[in-house]
């Protein structure tokens, strides 16, 4: 086998890299107070050097994952030897936490990395999920309007979009909650959602797992031919996140809206595993085995940039538009206090029945409505971007 271990995303994914300008994405962030939750991802920890290398005045991480925010010390000290940040240990579900690091930090832009995102363990654990997805977000969102920031940054993610599954569901609740806050003009802090695709080469993705196969000489499985999703890079999704703040503290009109990236066409996971066998000069089906297993519970052939009943816009941006759709405020309240409830109590049952609501409240919506349409409007206002 070759010795070569690293993968090209150009190649595996079939299409070029977009052009993006962290530089002068990043300059908006000089002299600012920034805190990220989720620091010690992989986007986090990625963001966490942008803005380290934009000359803020300080930079604060926060993260439940010791070994994770260690790593990122080391890094961000190696990096900046003279920027003034601190790792906190601390999980967005405990708000007298958050609360505490707020008061004393007072940041004034806030980037909301954390999730729990894998869908399987959401959808084996959703109370844990609501608890960390939802009440992290609400906890976070509290405490950055409480002590003043300019702005709080969600990232969201394509499974929102007619989710399938409990992951799906407690982040577009999440995306609702925030886009209900950013519609209050009285509200000091501007509440900017972004929505992204699966980031190559994250942790627990996809692409590791058939890294680790490919490694060791084992079947890369897959779990349908025809499953295809949507993928961007980490500079593209921290040129993402950037874009979307600026454009959104500029633009007043983007109040309520949800942002996303054009990623280009959708990979099929089949072809991905294939350039990924080739890649190390092996043959696929010959040396390495393509295996089929079955679809997990929740998982969807395809994903879409769009719901029903949202609408696609351009922005000024090259890469990155709008989405404009209307929610229930009422029903995101109710939601919230609910899943608060249930939570406390660890009921399983009662959290798994208030999502499914989520889950099931665009089965009505005809499927080329649900799939094709959306993809197709995001292009279009892509293409026909504001000058």
């Given at each position: 086998?070759?010795?070569?271990?690293?993968?090209?995303p150009?190649?595996?994914?079939?299409?070029?890299?977009?052009e993006v300008?962290?530089?002068?994405l990043?300059?908006?962030l000089?002299?600012?107070?920034v805190?990220?939750?989720?620091?010690?991802?992989t986007i986090?920890?990625?963001?966490?050097?942008?803005v380290?290398?934009?000359?803020?005045?300080s930079?604060v991480?926060?993260?439940?994952?010791?070994?994770?925010?260690?790593?990122l010390?080391?890094?961000?000290?190696?990096?900046?030897?003279?920027?003034?940040?601190?790792?906190?240990?601390?999980?967005?579900?405990?708000?007298?936490?958050l609360?505490?690091v707020?008061?004393i930090?007072?940041p004034?832009?806030?980037?909301?990395?954390?999730?729990?995102?894998?869908?399987?363990?959401?959808?084996?654990?959703?109370?844990?999920?609501a608890?960390?997805?939802?009440l992290?977000?609400?906890?976070?969102?509290?405490?950055?309007?409480?002590?003043?920031?300019?702005?709080?940054?969600?990232?969201?993610?394509?499974?929102?979009?007619?989710?399938h599954n409990m992951?799906?569901?407690?982040?577009k609740?999440a995306?609702?909650l925030?886009r209900a806050?950013?519609?209050?003009?009285?509200?000091?802090?501007?509440?900017?959602?972004?929505?992204?695709?699966?980031?190559?080469?994250?942790?627990?993705?996809?692409v590791p797992?058939?890294?680790h196969?490919i490694?060791?000489?084992?079947?890369v499985t897959?779990?349908?031919?025809?499953?295809?999703?949507y993928?961007?890079?980490?500079?593209?999704?921290?040129?993402?996140?950037?874009?979307?703040?600026?454009?959104?503290l500029?633009?007043e009109?983007?109040?309520?809206?949800?942002?996303?990236?054009?990623?280009?066409?959708g990979?099929?996971?089949?072809?991905l595993?294939?350039?990924m066998?080739?890649?190390?000069?092996l043959?696929?089906?010959?040396d390495?085995p393509?295996v089929?297993?079955?679809?997990?519970?929740?998982?969807?052939?395809?994903?879409?940039l769009?719901?029903?009943?949202?609408?696609?816009?351009a922005?000024?941006?090259?890469?990155?538009?709008?989405?404009?759709?209307?929610?229930?405020?009422?029903q995101?309240?109710?939601?919230?206090?609910?899943?608060?409830?249930?939570c406390?109590?660890s009921?399983?049952?009662?959290?798994?029945?208030?999502?499914s609501?989520y889950i099931?409240?665009?089965?009505?919506?005809?499927e080329?409505?649900?799939a094709?349409?959306?993809a197709?409007?995001a292009a279009?206002?892509?293409?026909?971007?504001?000058?």
């Amino acid at each position: 086998m070759s010795s070569r271990k690293t993968y090209d995303p150009e190649e595996i994914l079939g299409r070029k890299e977009q052009e993006v300008e962290l530089v002068s994405l990043g300059a908006q962030l000089a002299g600012k107070r920034v805190l990220i939750t989720g620091a010690a991802g992989t986007i986090g920890s990625a963001l966490s050097r942008a803005v380290a290398a934009s000359a803020p005045e300080s930079l604060v991480a926060y993260d439940h994952d010791e070994y994770g925010l260690y790593t990122l010390r080391g890094t961000l000290d190696e990096l900046q030897p003279n920027l003034q940040r601190r790792v906190v240990l601390g999980d967005v579900r405990d708000k007298a936490r958050l609360d505490q690091v707020f008061k004393i930090e007072k940041p004034e832009i806030v980037f909301h990395v954390a999730a729990l995102k894998h869908v399987g363990m959401v959808e084996e654990n959703p109370a844990e999920g609501a608890a960390t997805n939802v009440l992290g977000t609400r906890n976070t969102s509290d405490v950055a309007r409480k002590y003043g920031a300019q702005a709080m940054v969600l990232i969201s993610t394509d499974k929102a979009v007619r989710p399938h599954n409990m992951m799906g569901a407690t982040k577009k609740i999440a995306e609702e909650l925030c886009r209900a806050r950013d519609m209050d003009s009285q509200s000091p802090t501007r509440h900017i959602i972004v929505r992204f695709g699966n980031v190559f080469g994250s942790s627990g993705s996809v692409v590791p797992l058939f890294a680790h196969q490919i490694e060791r000489l084992l079947p890369v499985t897959i779990t349908h031919p025809e499953v295809e999703r949507y993928f961007m890079t980490e500079r593209e999704a921290v040129s993402l996140v950037l874009e979307a703040l600026q454009i959104g503290l500029e633009d007043e009109g983007s109040r309520g809206s949800i942002f996303f990236h054009d990623m280009g066409p959708g990979v099929r996971i089949a072809d991905l595993a294939r350039r990924m066998i080739t890649s190390q000069g092996l043959r696929p089906n010959v040396d390495i085995p393509i295996v089929i297993t079955k679809l997990r519970a929740g998982e969807k052939i395809s994903e879409a940039l769009l719901a029903p009943g949202e609408t696609a816009e351009a922005t000024r941006s090259k890469q990155v538009a709008l989405a404009r759709g209307k929610i229930d405020r009422n029903q995101v309240t109710l939601t919230l206090n609910g899943l608060d409830a249930a939570c406390r109590l660890s009921d399983e049952i009662a959290v798994r029945r208030m999502l499914s609501n989520y889950i099931h409240s665009d089965a009505k919506a005809p499927e080329q409505i649900r799939a094709k349409v959306p993809a197709k409007d995001a292009a279009r206002a892509l293409d026909g971007r504001k000058s």
